[in-house]
């Protein structure tokens, strides 16, 4: 049972292009977490998505980021115009969500580095 | 607001040693407390958790200490072993809506042969 997926592990970009990072879900699992990294810092949260909803983007900024996680594919955070404070390292978690009532494990893929020059 | 706080960047510790990792929150409302263990280039890992309503979990060389009252957990590795050797983030929940994960910034933890 494949794990997590994020592709690609490493990615550079010039000023104002725009990133696009992908993320694959173990097998079965409908929910999808996004998470960023910044150096020396712990984990942030950014957005949490069902197939073909957005639940939760209260930790996305305003501009420039987006997310999205279609019926078919992986689920796709894209960054519009990076600016150098985008690097970063970007995390995807997915989980089950079996039961509202109780903890659902969240298992992470193993991140995409993002190099803005 | 940094509601998850691991003050101790780095931990030294000799192999065969107990390694103590501590952490503190701010937020009563968290109901679920985690910790992960992380290797360079590798996504984050979950080791052990522990809801609010106890106040002890152990899995094996690992256990987990919760003060609620002191807002304090703390991760007990024995013995510690060469293999610890990696970064351990503290992370806190509410089980009740997104369940999204605040960590805190991480301490480095080297066990020294």
């Known amino acids: 049972n494949a794990g997590v997926m994020q592709n690609p592990r490493h990615l550079v970009r010039r000023r104002g292009q725009e990133a696009r990072l992908r993320c694959s879900p173990m097998?079965?699992?409908?929910?999808v977490y996004w998470y960023r990294q910044l150096p020396e810092e712990g984990l942030k949260f950014m957005v949490y998505?069902?197939?073909?909803?957005?639940?939760?983007e209260s930790g996305m900024p305003k501009e420039r980021f987006s997310a999205e996680f279609p019926k078919e594919g992986p689920s796709i955070l894209r960054i519009q115009q990076v600016v150098r404070g985008d690097s970063a390292a970007y995390f995807c978690?997915?989980?089950?969500?079996?039961?509202?009532?109780?903890?659902?494990?969240?298992?992470f893929g193993p991140g995409t580095r993002l190099t803005v020059l | 607001d940094q509601q998850v706080k691991q003050n101790s960047p780095s931990l030294s510790v000799q192999e065969g040693r107990i390694s103590i990792l501590n952490c503190d929150y701010t937020?009563?409302?968290?109901?679920?407390f985690l910790w992960y263990k992380k290797y360079p280039a590798e996504g984050p890992t979950f080791l052990i958790s522990?809801?609010?309503?106890?106040d002890k979990n152990e899995d094996g060389r690992f256990t987990v200490f919760l003060n609620k009252s002191a807002k304090h957990l703390s991760l007990h590795i024995v013995p510690s072993q060469p293999g610890d050797s990696a970064v351990y983030f503290c992370?806190?929940?509410?089980?009740?809506?997104?369940?999204?994960?605040?960590f805190g910034q991480g301490t480095r933890l080297t066990i020294n042969p």
């Open positions: 998505l069902q197939k073909e909803n957005i639940i939760d």
């Open positions: 992370a806190a929940d509410i089980i009740q809506g997104a369940q999204k994960l605040v």
């Open positions: 097998k079965g699992h409908s929910h």
């Open positions: 522990i809801s609010s309503i106890k």
């Open positions: 978690a997915s989980s089950p969500r079996l039961a509202e009532s109780s903890y659902n494990e969240q298992f």
């Open positions: 937020n009563s409302m968290f109901d679920y």
